[in-house]
C-alpha cells in the first residue's frame, strides 16, 4: 500500500477540505460532482460519461466490497478523480478480484478520503458544480490555485471522442437475427450486453463516424451512447444525427445520445446547476402512468420549452419528478425515441430495461419477415 500523506481538496470557488491520499500519490482536477448510489462504486468509476469529472460518493463506505474485473463498464477507470469518507482497503466479498487501493494505483488514479462529504456535498448542491482538484504532493495552495485556474470548464468542452473506440469493433452473435450500429460516443458495457441479449448483432463506430460510413454496414437501427462533456460542441455527432433522421433510419438514444436526438432536431441543450447522479431518481412515465426508478448521470438537459415548441414532431414521454426536467421524447413518426437516464443500469435499478425491448419492436416493424 502507498504511502499515506495528507492530501487536499481544493474547489474554484476558493473552498479547501483536507483529508488522507488514497490511491496514486499526485495531483488531478476536473469538474467536481457527486453520486448518491448506495452500490456500484466499480461501475460508476468505469462509466466514460464521467470522463473529466472528480467524483464525490455520498455514500460513507467505498472499497467495502472490494473490486472485480467482471464490474466494469469499460476497459478502465474514467473518473479523474475521487473524493469519499471512508476508504476502506480491507473487503469481505469473496468474488473479488482484489482491494480498491491497489486497484486505483494500478489504474493511475488519485484521491482523497476522510472528507466530510456531507458538507462537500451541501455546498456543492448551493454552488453548483465547479472545478476541483486534488493533491498529495508537496504544493502550496497557490501553487494549486494557479494550476486549477488554468483547468477549462466542463461547459463547451468536448469529451466523446477521448473516450470512443479508435476503431469499429463487433460485439455479439454474427448469426443473430438483427444488427444494431452503435456511435459509441462513451457506450457502457451493459448497454451492448442489452442488446446482444435480444438477438442483436452489434458493431461500435468511433464517435465521429458519418451517417454513410455506418450505413455500409446496412444495419437495422442506430444506437446513441452515453457519453461525457457538452453535447453542443459535438458538431460532428449531431451532423451524424441529422442524417440518420433524414434518412427515416430506426433511432435510440441514451443520456448524451438523447441530447444529441434533440440537438439533432434543433433543439438547444443548457448546463445543469449540479446535474443528477445516482440511482434512484423518480421519473414519470407519461404515457403508462407509472413512476420509474431510474440511474441517472448527466450534467446537461434539453431546453424544455423547446421540446414542448416542437409538439407536432415529437412528444414528451418522461417527466423527471424532483425538478420537472425532460428525460424522454419520441418522434410521432415512430422511427426513434431516447431517454436521458441509464435503462442498462448495472448494478441499479431494472424499471426501465424495457425500453430496449420497444426499441426492438420498432426495428422489427420495418424489416421484412
Not at 19 to 37: D, L, M, P, Q, R
Not at 228 to 245: C, E, N, Q, R, W
Not at 312 to 341: A, M, W
Request: glycine content about 10%; hydrophobic content about 35%.
Amino acid at each position: 500500500m502507498a504511502e499515506e500523506k495528507q492530501a487536499v481538496l481544493l474547489l474554484a470557488d476558493g473552498t479547501i477540505f483536507y483529508g488522507k491520499s488514497a490511491g496514486k500519490i499526485g495531483t488531478t482536477y476536473g469538474e467536481i460532482c457527486f453520486n448518491t448510489g448506495m452500490t456500484g462504486y466499480q461501475e460508476v468509476f468505469t462509466d466514460p460519461s464521467y470522463f473529466g469529472q472528480i467524483l464525490v460518493t455520498t455514500n460513507v463506505h467505498i472499497g467495502n466490497y472490494g473490486v472485480n474485473k467482471l464490474d466494469s463498464e469499460s476497459k478502465s477507470i474514467k473518473i479523474a478523480g475521487f473524493v469519499c469518507r471512508n476508504f476502506n482497503v480491507q473487503y469481505s466479498r469473496t468474488r473479488a478480484d482484489g482491494n480498491i487501493q491497489s486497484y486505483f494505483e494500478s489504474e493511475g488514479l488519485t484521491a482523497i478520503s476522510g472528507v466530510d462529504t456531507r458538507q462537500l456535498v451541501k455546498h456543492i448542491r448551493d454552488m453548483g458544480s465547479m472545478n476541483a482538484l486534488i493533491s498529495s504532493e508537496d504544493k502550496s495552495i497557490d501553487e494549486l490555485k494557479e494550476i486549477l485556474a488554468s483547468v477549462p470548464n466542463m461547459e463547451g468542452l468536448e469529451l466523446a471522442s477521448k473516450v470512443s473506440t479508435t476503431e469499429p469493433y463487433f460485439y455479439g452473435n454474427p448469426d443473430a437475427e438483427f444488427k444494431i450500429a452503435v456511435l459509441d460516443l462513451g457506450v457502457k458495457e451493459n448497454i451492448l450486453r442489452n442488446f446482444v441479449e435480444r438477438g442483436c448483432y452489434i458493431k461500435v463506430f468511433p464517435a465521429k463516424t458519418t451517417y454513410l460510413e455506418m450505413a455500409e454496414w446496412r444495419p437495422d437501427g442506430y444506437f446513441l451512447s452515453n457519453g461525457p462533456g457538452d453535447p453542443a460542441s459535438m458538431d460532428y455527432a449531431i451532423k451524424t444525427v441529422k442524417d440518420i433522421l433524414n434518412h427515416d433510419e430506426k433511432i435510440f438514444g441514451i443520456c448524451l445520445g438523447h441530447q444529441l436526438l434533440g440537438l439533432g432536431l434543433g433543439i438547444n441543450t443548457f448546463k445543469m446547476h449540479h446535474g443528477h447522479r445516482g440511482i434512484n431518481h423518480p421519473v414519470f412515465n407519461r404515457i403508462t402512468g407509472k413512476c420509474e426508478v431510474t440511474s441517472q448521470n448527466h450534467g446537461f438537459c434539453l431546453n424544455p420549452s423547446e421540446v414542448l415548441a416542437m409538439d407536432e414532431l415529437l412528444e414528451v414521454t418522461h417527466v423527471n419528478l424532483n425538478d420537472q426536467t425532460i428525460e424522454g421524447i419520441r418522434l410521432r413518426n415512430g422511427n426513434g425515441f431516447s431517454v436521458q437516464y441509464h435503462p442498462e443500469a448495472a448494478p441499479g435499478p431494472h424499471d426501465a430495461s424495457y425500453l430496449f425491448d420497444v426499441f426492438m419492436n420498432m426495428v422489427k416493424s420495418s424489416v421484412p419477415a
